[in-house]
């Protein structure tokens, strides 16, 4: 069980998904994020840990702050950015070219005009799913590749 933004996630600990982009969460004295995307049925990580992975599909760049920002490898459209921290924030893309803001604190996940507090996210389901067209979604299934995916690291 993990606790974010005084919601509860027992089984797996993702908050969010961006445009099939997974960010897990892992709770202590500094959260951890780590940030990843199915290709070919493999897990492929663009953010470890905090810290950029180089990719095929992905840029991954982080600056002197330790934002990462990501973007699309082939046309370098900005996907989003993590600021990890006591107060996690994260910036989505739009398709519009449009941003999306999400920020998780000890008290909410707040996405948009979205608030997300004491809620129990209970086995394969994720706090709030948002789509690149800005719409949200709460409490979705994390399909099922992927929850093979998350038991076999």
Do not use: C, H
């Not at 739009?94 to 005009?113: C, H, M, N, P, Y």
């Not at 996210?121 to 994390?142: K, T």
């Amino acid at each position: 069980m993990a606790r974010f933004g005084g919601n509860e996630f027992t089984g797996f600990s993702i908050p969010l998904i961006f445009a099939g982009r997974y960010f897990l969460m892992e709770p202590g004295k500094e959260v951890l994020i780590s940030v990843f995307t199915e290709q070919k049925g493999e897990a492929v990580f663009e953010v470890l840990k905090n810290n950029p992975v180089q990719n095929p599909y992905t840029e991954v760049n982080s600056n002197a702050t330790r934002i990462v920002t990501v973007a699309d490898k082939q046309s370098g459209k900005f996907l989003y950015k993590v600021r990890p921290g006591s107060e996690t924030s994260v910036t989505f893309g739009k398709l519009d070219g449009g941003e999306i803001s999400a920020r998780i604190t000890d008290q909410q996940i707040e996405v948009g005009g979205t608030v997300l507090q004491n809620n129990t996210f209970v086995g394969s389901m994720v706090g709030v799913v948002v789509n690149q067209d800005g719409r949200i979604g709460i409490g979705a299934s994390i399909p099922p590749l992927v929850r093979r995916l998350l038991t076999s690291q």
